[in-house]
């Protein structure tokens, strides 16, 4: 039982990291808290459902899917933070720039799907049970621990294996730095986003279908909880989004097995405010000096 | 003009309200706090009226005395853990705030009534009433912006280093503004219960924390005036623009965007920093004066 259910929570917390990994990649890069991030999610969701809506095979829905919101977040970067880059006050105007983005998104969203929780067509992931070691696991569970697996691994490729992950890691460290090195910035700026939006999209993908919903509001817890996956993780750290995002699906689930219906919630966040407190840099994180830091 | 009143008169109170919560807000942002916990403060706020007024029937003045203090003991408990935290994870911690009581309010159905919320609240509160409250939340912000507090305040936000050299407590500083945030939340929150019959914790939630953020943020973050004008423009302006109004949250989105991309201080503080400017004669002169590298 006890087993059972932390195998659920691992399932569920692979998305939790999924959707952490792509926040954290803006943040460490940027030092931007994109709100609009949940909303990039949940356009990516609708891609994957209208493309398998649209009769193509769910591979293709992926790609798709991650694809928009890959451009989506691209677009964002344009609109919302590029001409907030050029002036000081870089942290409280992003913030509030991507809490805009994220009411345009889900309203433009609400107003395509006619407020409807709309859902992926039965036959569109072949979904059959077998037994592992005592546990009962569906091929959507595999696939989903599968794909962040995946996707987590060739991120790491790309940061600390290729020559476009050393201009990432750079810019990110010192970006007026990078640039006298020959780094060019703006393309490093793309590319983040976009690689971003790819992760949310997939996030997207395999929340709607997981939870067998897409709609326009699906985001939004996604993103509270995402909080504490990122302070559980430590802002800006992959390593940590990654662990912690298994972590908040283990505790969650084990929470809602053993306590009380509806306390589960309240924990979770209890715990993320005892964590910013005591150990704001999270457990992997190295954001000590951040957060003491004074604005700017 | 009585006519007027009538017909307008739910759309004044909203309006009222609205000037009031955005009053909470403005205050800790100015003081350069980056805290969004003023949603769930007025919601603290509101269920304390709520229940003083259904279940021990304790009238107008009472209830909204609890309310307020009740706002103000809980923004100083939340105000000193909050003193360790910067930027950003200020944001965090609090929005996590809003989540733990909101989450408490759907869990503790006995107290709270749960998702259901606490429904025929009596209806003390009038037009009147509310009017004297923002008069009397405006005077006292009015009052502040001539002492040293409400200077320490703007040293704060612009810069802390600098604001500590000058020998301004940073920490006690702040503490103020958070007491005086929940406070003013607190009263705002009564003021809504007792107003509209029924809560319910949803109304308490994101939604309400980001159009706080967006009055505050659109009327200006250093001027008294500025979360007024916030609040009217972004309560008015669906009702003067029929058509906008199935999109009041598009509007709200893509202002909040437009405001912090052109127009980074607000309405207020923007013009404001027009018509002090300098002459342009005086400014050149000051240009040419800098030797030419």
């Known amino acids: ?296 | 003009m009585m006519s007027f009143l009538a017909a307008y008169h739910p759309l004044i109170d909203l309006l009222l309200l609205n000037c009031g919560c955005a009053f909470g807000q403005y205050i800790v942002l100015r003081a350069g706090a980056f805290s969004i916990a003023n949603a769930g403060l007025t919601s603290i706020g509101a269920y304390t009226a709520a229940i003083l007024a259904t279940r021990y029937g304790i009238g107008l003045g009472g209830t909204l005395l609890c309310s307020t203090a009740v706002g103000l003991v809980v923004a100083i408990l939340l105000s000193l853990p909050l003193a360790r935290l910067r930027g950003v994870y200020q944001a965090i911690a609090t929005l996590a705030f809003v989540q733990i009581v909101l989450t408490l309010a759907l869990y503790a159905e006995g107290l709270t009534g749960g998702a259901l919320g606490l429904n025929a609240i009596p209806k003390l509160v009038g037009t009147p009433t509310l009017l004297i409250c923002v008069l009397a939340v405006f005077y006292l912000m009015a009052a502040l912006d001539r002492t040293r507090l409400g200077q320490a305040f703007d040293a704060i936000r612009q810069d802390e280093i600098v604001a500590a050299t000058l020998g301004v407590q940073i920490a006690s500083t702040q503490v103020v503004a958070f007491a005086l945030s929940g406070a003013i939340s607190g009263l705002f929150g009564g003021l809504i219960a007792l107003h509209t019959y029924s809560i319910d914790p949803n109304q308490f939630g994101f939604p309400m924390l980001v159009s706080l953020l967006a009055m505050v943020v659109l009327g200006g973050r250093r001027s008294i005036y500025g979360p007024i004008v916030g609040a009217t423009i972004l309560t008015l302006l669906p009702e003067i623009a029929r058509p906008l109004s199935d999109n009041r949250t598009l509007v709200h989105g893509i202002m909040l965007i437009l405001i912090i991309v052109f127009l980074p201080r607000g309405v207020v503080d923007s013009l404001r920093g027009l018509s002090f400017r300098k002459p342009r004669r005086l400014q050149q002169g000051v240009a040419s004066d800098v030797p030419s590298a």
């Open chain 1, 1 to 296: 039982m006890l087993a059972q259910q932390i195998l659920n929570g691992i399932v569920v917390g692979a998305v939790y990291s999924l959707f952490a990994l792509g926040f954290n990649l803006i943040f460490g890069v940027h030092r931007i808290l994109n709100l609009a991030h949940g909303g990039v999610v949940m356009v990516g969701a609708f891609a994957g459902l209208y493309a398998v809506l649209a009769g193509l095979p769910i591979w293709v829905a992926f790609l798709a899917a991650a694809l928009a919101a890959g451009l989506l977040s691209v677009l964002i970067d344009f609109v919302a933070f590029r001409p907030l880059r050029q002036r000081g006050e870089m942290e409280f105007a992003a913030l509030v720039s991507s809490i805009g983005v994220d009411m345009v998104l889900t309203t433009l969203a609400q107003r395509w799907s006619g407020t409807q929780v709309m859902r992926f067509p039965f036959d569109a992931f072949p979904i059959s049970s077998f037994t592992l070691f005592g546990l009962r696991m569906t091929t959507m569970q595999l696939t989903i621990l599968g794909v962040v697996l995946a996707v987590s691994v060739l991120l790491v490729i790309y940061l600390y294996g290729t020559s476009f992950g050393r201009q990432v890691r750079a810019a990110a460290e010192n970006d007026r730095a990078a640039r006298l090195l020959g780094v060019n910035v703006t393309a490093v700026y793309v590319q983040t986003f976009f690689i971003s939006g790819l992760l949310a999209g997939l996030t997207g993908v395999l929340l709607g279908l997981a939870f067998n919903n897409v709609y326009f509001l699906m985001g939004e817890p996604l993103l509270l909880k995402g909080f504490v996956v990122l302070i559980l993780g430590g802002l800006g750290s992959l390593k940590g989004a990654l662990v912690a995002g298994f972590l908040l699906g283990i505790i969650q689930a084990i929470c809602t097995a053993y306590l009380p219906n509806g306390l589960s919630d309240p924990v979770v966040y209890g715990l993320l405010f005892v964590i910013i407190l005591l150990r704001p840099s999270g457990l992997f994180g190295d954001t000590v000096r951040n957060v003491r830091a004074v604005r700017q």
